[in-house]
């Protein structure tokens, strides 16, 4: 799809507006795996998330090649809008985003503070992104689909950097909610000439990618009603899922308990806040502890975008009683 030249172009792009993220090895994580463990801190971009980086791509090259257009339009559960409101404010372009109702309060809070108009629609993300496709016909706006190969371009530096920084790294976990963040990270690793095994996560609950895999063909659920709101995905993206087929090791699939007690460990060990879908990583690498031993490995904390009232209910009432008690001795 891309070479490396175009990836190093993309890196440019990205780094004139957020600074490389760190990749962290911290020892309290290390116990409790069992082995060598670094946290890629996407948590720690403008917009607490992975996702701005494939904005600024994404707009860089619409802007370049469409000088005219009037403005975005496209659908998020938070992420993937404010990665776009972001881009779209340094490039002076207006930006439409639309929500599912009960969307994060402070994801949307957040997209409005970057500048997007917000407009709630619809009970999941497929019914806001139906909505947003037709207005953005309507409208002469460009629809900015979630899966697309510049945003993949743009959030595969994040995995440049990391395997630049520890090219050694055995296994590399990765959430998956519309497919960029791991397709990137199998783009970056094909393109330095790495083995690394790259493993997808989802939720049990929201499993759509981890049946299409296993299937070899889209399969799509009823619900995605999983507290990680970053991988609620009812319907895989076709170009995603053959990338993620011939690339990825596997998929893990997680529930929401193990999530909220990544999200604990996270905070007791490294101070940093997860969202779920950043969590999940470390939640498939401790289930699959077993297999670990004697690896390095990578966990891409995606994002720290989790409301403060979903921390506390979901994680926060048992960080020092349950994330203390299990630490190896």
């Known amino acids: 799809m891309f070479d490396l030249a175009q990836l190093e172009r993309a890196h440019e792009i990205v780094a004139a507006a957020v600074p490389p993220t760190p990749a962290h090895a911290w020892p309290l994580l290390a116990q409790r795996?069992?082995?060598?463990?670094?946290?890629?801190?996407?948590?720690?971009?403008?917009?607490?998330a992975f996702?701005?980086?494939?904005?600024?791509?994404?707009?860089?090259?619409?802007?370049?090649?469409?000088?005219?257009?009037?403005?975005?339009i496209s659908a998020t559960r938070g992420n993937h809008g404010q990665s776009l409101a972001f881009a779209a404010r340094r490039y002076g372009l207006k930006a439409t985003i639309y929500v599912p109702r009960g969307n994060s309060v402070e994801k949307n809070r957040a997209m409005r503070a970057f500048g997007a108009d917000l407009v709630e629609y619809g009970d999941d993300f497929q019914a806001a992104r139906e909505e947003a496709e037709r207005r953005a016909a309507a409208s002469g706006f460009d629809m900015v689909p979630?899966?697309?190969?510049?945003?993949?371009?743009?959030?595969?530096?994040?995995?440049?950097?990391?395997?630049?920084?520890v090219p050694d790294l055995d296994v590399i976990y990765v959430p998956i909610g519309q497919g960029s963040g791991i397709c990137g990270c199998i783009m970056a690793r094909d393109l330095l000439g790495l083995k690394t095994e790259i493993v997808g996560v989802q939720s049990t609950l929201a499993p759509s990618y981890a049946l299409s895999f296993a299937a070899g063909t889209i399969v799509t659920t009823e619900t995605?009603?999983?507290?990680?709101?970053?991988?609620?995905?009812?319907?895989?993206?076709?170009?995603?899922?053959?990338?993620?087929?011939?690339?990825?090791?596997?998929?893990?699939?997680?529930?929401?308990?193990?999530?909220?007690?990544?999200?604990?460990?996270?905070?007791?060990?490294?101070?940093n806040l997860a969202e779920g879908a950043g969590a999940a990583p470390?939640?498939?690498?401790?289930?699959?502890?077993?297999?670990?031993?004697?690896?390095?490995?990578?966990?891409?904390?995606?994002?720290?975008?989790?409301?403060?009232?979903?921390?506390?209910?979901?994680?926060?009432?048992?960080?020092?009683a349950d994330a203390e008690a299990r630490v190896p001795a």
């Open 33 to 48: 795996l069992g082995t060598a463990v670094v946290v890629k801190h996407e948590n720690h971009t403008p917009i607490g």
């Open 51 to 72: 996702k701005v980086r494939g904005g600024l791509v994404y707009v860089d090259r619409l802007k370049r090649e469409r000088p005219a257009t009037a403005g975005l």
């Open 146 to 165: 979630s899966f697309h190969p510049d945003l993949v371009l743009g959030v595969s530096t994040y995995a440049l950097e990391l395997m630049r920084a």
């Open 224 to 271: 995605s009603h999983t507290l990680a709101d970053g991988m609620a995905t009812r319907i895989p993206d076709a170009d995603a899922l053959a990338v993620i087929r011939k690339g990825a090791a596997r998929i893990v699939q997680v529930d929401d308990d193990e999530i909220g007690e990544a999200i604990r460990f996270y905070w007791a060990d490294t101070h």
């Open 282 to 320: 470390l939640a498939a690498a401790l289930k699959e502890k077993t297999r670990l031993a004697g690896k390095r490995i990578g966990l891409i904390l995606s994002g720290g975008n989790i409301d403060f009232d979903l921390f506390q209910r979901w994680a926060g009432a048992a960080v020092a």
